[in-house]
């Protein structure tokens, strides 16, 4: 291949470029995934969880892996369904909630 090929200049320039990206944005988004999804197939009672929506609230009932649903108090003798899709973050039930 000739260094002044049109296809091979492309190629240098592509080639990293892409290898950046991977590693720079794909690779750590896949990583985050992955351990969001651990976190809500491990949810337990009593787990603080945070909505989309920035609702804060403790886990009254984890039903079976499977069910997409789980309900969260948000206050006393106020508990609502929520999608498991929607939580954003899992907090151990022993890590203080900020306020």
Known sequence: MNMSDPLFQTLTLAL???AIFYFLLWRPQQ????QMRQMVESLRR???????G???GKVARASAAEDPEILVEIADNVQVKVLKATLTD?????QPVES
């Open 54 to 56: 920035g609702i804060l």
């Open 31 to 34: 990583q985050r995934v992955k």
């Open 90 to 94: 899992v907090r151990a039930k022993t």
């Open 46 to 52: 009593g787990d603080v969880v945070v909505t989309a």
């Open 16 to 18: 990293p470029m892409l």
